[in-house]
């Protein structure tokens, strides 16, 4: 990992001006996304609903340049469509066709939904024979993904890189009793059903020390699956750089973020892109607002990316890293138990070059021969140094703030940023700090 340098040049959001929108009306959409044919917000609940917000966000943001941008949104959502049991976390949209909507269900695996027909289709839940890792092996907890086009045999394919975060299976809330002696949700009614409780999961991982996640890459033309890297711990946000020629992987439970090469010199291996945040990282996206570096040799440098964190890494959490303490803490009864606080936080990064050459962790392998991920990998040279914005925090109390952003969608050239909330009941968004 590089040096971690405060860039204050780097633009900033005051997320004390976060507005809440549809409060107590959506639940548990980790993911947002604006349709880009329509700039209607998408969302996914944590029931399996499908939603479109009746406005487009660009026409309300422009004519809201004073006003509440929730009362201008309003309160109602259309619904789309019912995926079925499961929990769908990261979703995007087919580049060819934007009606097409690919999601990462963490029961399901990799799955498409069709806007309009309603048309569910099972893309991938195992991983295919011909994979150099973990070959014919399930897909658990598919988390996040990024639709790209990319050549394969002399025609353009769609291809979707995904995460899946753990082989632990997501248990339904409600239906038995987790590893912390707790009752893992409310029996069903008509305002709570039962869910699959996808953060209960994150919590077995993070004391279990599980590294059993995977970045794994799905062709929708051979409909094949490959594992790229495995033994990642906690794999989450994915997001790719803006010349296509790698992709970063947030690993939370490292609290790191990852780039595996997919071009170029590198392809096929991965280093450390930022270390030791200041927070456990969830999503990831690429933002407006790069700086324009006059170099073909750049391969995205300049790019710069939002960091959601999920929660702070107190003494007790950074403890964990101890198999006693895990071990400890497993046994130990719920009251007794340090409390895992949530924050609303986020943080801009940018790798930039050192010299004329990438620093460089590889892992072994190349290509589709697959990557093990485990560790620090053969630190070449030192690594790339990071720019950091400060870290940008929801310092209001209470239900006035807002808490657990896992994602990031950009509107208006970067100008709003709207963030998922995976364990809250809304969604909400901010304008840029001019």
């Given at each position: 990992m590089g040096d971690i340098i405060e860039d204050k040049s780097l633009t900033f959001y005051?997320?004390?001006?976060?507005?809440?929108?549809?409060?107590k009306k959506i639940f548990g959409a980790e993911t947002v996304r604006v349709q880009p044919t329509t700039n209607r917000l998408v969302l996914l609940d944590q029931y399996g609903n499908l939603w479109l917000s009746r406005?487009?966000?660009?026409?309300?943001?422009?004519?809201?340049?004073?006003?509440?941008?929730?009362?201008?949104?309003?309160?109602?959502?259309?619904?789309?469509?019912?995926?079925?049991?499961?929990?769908?976390?990261?979703?995007?949209?087919?580049?060819s066709d934007p009606n097409q909507v690919y999601i990462c269900d963490s029961?399901?695996?990799?799955?498409?939904?069709?806007?309009?027909?309603?048309?569910?289709?099972?893309l991938s839940n195992a991983v295919s024979a011909d994979s150099s890792l973990d070959p014919g092996s399930h897909v658990t907890f598919a988390n996040d993904l990024v639709v790209t086009q990319e050549e394969w045999n002399h025609t353009t394919t769609e291809v979707i890189y995904f995460t899946a975060s753990t082989d632990i299976p997501v248990r339904l809330?409600?239906?038995?009793?987790?590893?912390?002696?707790?009752?893992a949700g409310r029996k069903y009614n008509k305002t709570f059903p039962s869910y699959y409780n996808t953060f209960e999961t994150y919590l077995r991982t993070l004391t279990a020390g599980d590294s059993t996640g995977r970045l794994l890459k799905y062709n929708v033309r051979t409909k094949q699956t490959h594992v790229l890297v495995n033994n990642l711990a906690f794999p989450n946000g994915l997001?790719?750089?803006?010349?296509?020629?790698?992709?970063?992987?947030?690993?939370?439970?490292?609290?790191?973020?990852?780039?595996?090469?997919?071009?170029?010199?590198?392809?096929?291996?991965?280093?450390?892109?930022?270390?030791?945040?200041?927070?456990?990282?969830?999503?990831?996206?690429?933002?407006?607002?790069?700086?324009?570096?006059?170099?073909?040799?750049?391969?995205?440098?300049?790019?710069?990316?939002?960091?959601t964190l999920g929660g702070p890494t107190t003494r007790s959490i950074k403890a964990l890293m101890w198999p006693g303490v895990r071990w400890a803490l497993f046994h130990l009864?719920?009251?007794?138990?340090?409390?895992?606080?949530?924050?609303?936080?986020?943080?801009?990064?940018?790798?930039r070059r050192r010299g004329n050459a990438w620093g460089d962790r590889t892992g072994e392998g190349e290509g589709e021969k697959g990557v093990k991920g485990e560790g620090e990998g053969s630190e070449e040279t030192k690594g790339t140094p990071m720019m950091m914005s400060r870290v940008m925090i929801d310092g209001r109390k209470g239900e006035e703030g807002v808490a657990g952003i896992s994602s990031v969608a950009e509107a208006l050239g970067g100008k709003v940023l709207i963030f998922g909330h995976v364990k809250e009941d809304y969604v909400s968004l901010v304008r840029m700090t001019e």
């Open positions: 005051d997320l004390n001006n976060t507005e809440k929108l549809y409060h406005r487009p966000i660009t026409d309300v943001v422009s004519n809201s340049s004073s006003a509440s941008i929730a009362a201008t949104l309003g309160s109602d959502l259309d619904f789309m469509g019912y995926l079925g049991p499961g929990r769908p976390l990261g979703f995007g949209f087919g580049i029961s399901k695996g990799l799955i498409g939904f069709y806007l309009g027909s309603n048309e569910i289709t099972v809330s409600g239906s038995t009793l987790n590893d912390f002696g707790q009752i997001a790719m750089s803006s010349d296509k020629s790698y992709l970063v992987v947030v690993e939370t439970n490292r609290l790191r973020v990852l780039r595996y090469w997919i071009s170029g010199p590198k392809s096929g291996s991965w280093d450390v892109f930022v270390d030791h945040l200041p927070g456990f990282p969830d999503g990831i996206t690429l933002v407006s607002g790069s700086k324009s570096i006059d170099d073909p040799e750049d391969h995205g440098s300049s790019d710069q990316y939002v960091v009864p719920t009251w007794a138990r340090p409390k895992v606080p949530t924050i609303g936080a986020i943080v801009k990064i940018q790798a």
